[in-house]
Each structure stands twice: as structure tokens, then as C-alpha cells.
């Protein structure tokens, strides 16, 4: 007998109903990666300025606010070498650098061989400047006989080009011989035809021009390889008087200033001056006291009004405008007290360094604000190499 199968019937199974929210549990995308932790901060590069402060004595940082002669350095009437009595003054005052007149410069090769010692004697190396402006301001050209180029003023008209070219010249001489800096371009603009203090030596009689002339002589001392200092703020070319000899005042209101005076300037420091010379100047519509030891013309005007963070040089210090009036010591404290950088040449180099080492001591001065000057003053020479690159 066979078997007999008998077919059964298999009950499938219902899927159940999803509700909605396990719809979209379902589907949900795979959770992505957490997040990788930030990248450390790069640690900043150290600031070489910074770094040369914090190992220098309170002696040596107040040193470092002076520009000098060589004879008020040494005590030598004449100065055309730089031997032992050189680095024995340099040892007791190492002071930021030193201003070079024709008494100085004999030929070629005794200014570089004469620049080239003293660098050797410095700690910190040294600012080498002089008055090299062109036309009858000048130290090498009718001395050791580098490129003649007359008076600013004679290439008014032959545009920014030739400014440039002409500041290149200057400071490519300069810098051969073994000088850093120049106290050029003039930027006061000779307004005032009784001027003769100015006269031939600026740019231009038209602010304007001016303006663009020597934001053009900058970019050219830049490119000749030199430092460079717009000179004489808040502006000398409308005085009927000469401040080497005197007090001299400027009749202007401040509205004035910034309208014609201050453009120059601004074109200047907007191509990069490295520095802006004070004139022995007195605005009594903004300060009664010279402009140099005016905290509202050097810090409210000069750095926040015109933004300018460079380094501020007073104009020489053995001017009769100063010495009539003050002593090296008042000068010292009362300009670095209204934001001064730089004190160039003092009547006596010892009573300043006293009396501005006396004014950080008492509290007068404050070690932030004498800091604050010396880091200018080095990073202009780390800018422009003259404290060479690591």
C-alpha cells in the first residue's frame, strides 16, 4: 500500500507595521566620525626686540635713546678714526648710534675703514648717521666726493620718479661708505619765501607735491638700502625765523596744520619712514612748550592722530632753540615724558643720561615707557639690518 503524503500549508509569517519614528531609526545615516581634536596654536616666533631688551641693564636701555657725535662720545675735538678711546667710550656709553659731520669724513677710505671699526666696539650695533639731504645740506658729497645732487627744490617739477631716483643715489652712497640712516627727506615745504632756514631744501613750495615727492624719496632711501627720517615735524617751511639761533614759533591752529603741514608727512609715513624728526618748533595754539616736549604733539598728534609708530628723533639738542632755555637733563626727561624715541645730540651727554636714569629710578619715568622707546630703537635696526638677522 503506498504512502499518502498529505501537502501542509506553510503560515507566513506578517511583517509587523512600522510606526513612523522606527521608519526613521531605520534609515538613519551611519553617525559620522567624531570630530578631530583642534590642531595645537603654532607657538609664536620670538621677538628678537624682545628678546635683546631682557637682557639689557637700565644703564644700557637709557644709552640706547641717545644719537651722539663722535667728539661729545670721546672727548676729541676731531674725530676721523675709531680706536681704543672710541671703544672705551662706547663701554661707558653704549648709546644707540652716532651723528657724522664733515669735520669727520676725510676720503673714502678713511670713512669706511673709520665706520667699519666702530661697529666692531659695539654691543648693540650702532645706528651711523649724517645730514645727507642734497644741495648745500650735505656731509659726503663736498667732502669725499660721492654723486653731487643739488637742491631738492631744483626737481620739483620732474615728478615722484625723480625724487625717487634721487634718494637712491644719495642713499646707495651712503651706504657704501658704511652708513645705515640718513636724516632726509626734508618734508617741510618752503611756504614762506623769508624762510631761509627751509628755503631750496624742501621738495616743493606746494603741499601736495610735496607730499608725493617725498612719499617717493622714501621709497627710493628704502631701496638704496638706508634708513630714513622725515624732518621737521609738525613743519618748518612757514617760519620767518631759523631755530638753530632762537625760539621759533609757528601762528597756525591745528585745522591748519592738518590741511597743508601735516600732508607731507602723512605721504612719508604712509611709504614707511623709519623715523620723524621734531622741530625746535613752538605752536602756541596747541602747546606753549616746543613741540619736541609736547606730549600732545608727539603722542595725541604725531603716533595716534597721523598713526605713526616709528621711531620719533629730536632735531640737535645743541640748538640754540634748546640750550637758550634748558638744560640737557630737562630736555631728556620732558621729551621721552611726551613720547620722544631718540635725543640727538645733547650739550652734555652725561647730565642727560643722569637725569633720565634719576627720572626711571624716581618713578617719572616709567620702566613701560622707557621700554617702549628702546623696542622702537631696536626694531628699526633689526628692520632695516643693521642688527643682523639670526
Known amino acids: 500500500m503506498g504512502l499518502l503524503f498529505r501537502q501542509s500549508t506553510v503560515q507566513q509569517p506578517q511583517p509587523a507595521q512600522s510606526t513612523p519614528s522606527q ?3 531605520s534609515f538613519q545615516a551611519p553617525s559620522e566620525e567624531p570630530p578631530a581634536a583642534p590642531s595645537p596654536e603654532p607657538t609664536p616666533e620670538p621677538d628678537p626686540a624682545e628678546i635683546l631688551l631682557a637682557d639689557m641693564t637700565l644703564h ?20 676721523t678714526a675709531a680706536g681704543e678711546t672710541t671703544r672705551q667710550a662706547l663701554e661707558r656709553y653704549p648709546v644707540a648710534g652716532l651723528l657724522y659731520d664733515a669735520s669727520n ?5 678713511q670713512t669706511k675703514t673709520m665706520l667699519t671699526d666702530v661697529q666692531t666696539f659695539a654691543k648693540i650695533p650702532l645706528i651711523l648717521t649724517c645730514d645727507e639731504e642734497g644741495g648745500r645740506v650735505n656731509r659726503l658729497m663736498h667732502t669725499i666726493g660721492t ?3 643739488g637742491p631738492m627744490l631744483n626737481f620739483k617739477d620732474q615728478g615722484a620718479e625723480k625724487a625717487a631716483e634721487n634718494a637712491k643715489t644719495i642713499a646707495s652712497d651712503l651706504k657704501s661708505c658704511g652708513f645705515n640712516m640718513d636724516l632726509a627727506p626734508v618734508a617741510d615745504v618752503w611756504s614762506n619765501p623769508n624762510n631761509t632756514v627751509i628755503g631750496d631744501r624742501a621738495y616743493s613750495n606746494d603741499f601736495e607735491q610735496a607730499a608725493g615727492l617725498v612719499s617717493a624719496a622714501v621709497e627710493g632711501f628704502h631701496a638704496g638700502g638706508v634708513a630714513c627720517t622725515l624732518k621737521h615735524f609738525p613743519g618748518h617751511g612757514d617760519t620767518s625765523a631759523d631755530s638753530h639761533y632762537g625760539s621759533v614759533y609757528v601762528y597756525k591752529s591745528l585745522d591748519d596744520l592738518r590741511a597743508a603741514e601735516f600732508l607731507p608727512f602723512r605721504a612719508g609715513i604712509a611709504a614707511g619712514a623709519d623715523a620723524v624728526m621734531m622741530g625746535h618748533l613752538i605752536l602756541p595754539d596747541i602747546d606753549g612748550q616746543p613741540a619736541l616736549m609736547s606730549y600732545k604733539i608727539v603722542t595725541e598728534i604725531l603716533r595716534e592722530e597721523l598713526g605713526f609708530d616709528g621711531v620719533v628723533i629730536t632735531d640737535s639738542l645743541e640748538m ?3 640750550t637758550d632755555h634748558y638744560g640737557s637733563g630737562e630736555i631728556a626727561v620732558k621729551a621721552v615724558q611726551a613720547g620722544v624715541d631718540l635725543l640727538l645730540s645733547p650739550q652734555s651727554l652725561d647730565k642727560a643720561v643722569t637725569a633720565l636714569t634719576q627720572a626711571v629710578e624716581d618713578g617719572a619715568i616709567t620702566q613701560e615707557r622707557l621700554d617702549e622707546s628702546v623696542l622702537r630703537v ?3 635696526k633689526l628692520d632695516r639690518g643693521i642688527i643682523p638677522a639670526e
Not at 60 to 79: M, N, S, W
Not at 105 to 109: E, G, I, S
Open 23 to 25: 521608519l526613521s531609526q
Open 60 to 79: 644700557e636701555k637709557v644709552c640706547q635713546l641717545f644719537v651722539v657725535q663722535p667728539a661729545d662720545l670721546t672727548g676729541v675735538y676731531k674725530v
Open 105 to 109: 669724513l676725510v676720503t673714502m677710505d
Open 147 to 149: 654723486t653731487y645732487i
Open 320 to 322: 640754540q632753540a634748546m
Open 378 to 380: 631696536l626694531r628699526l
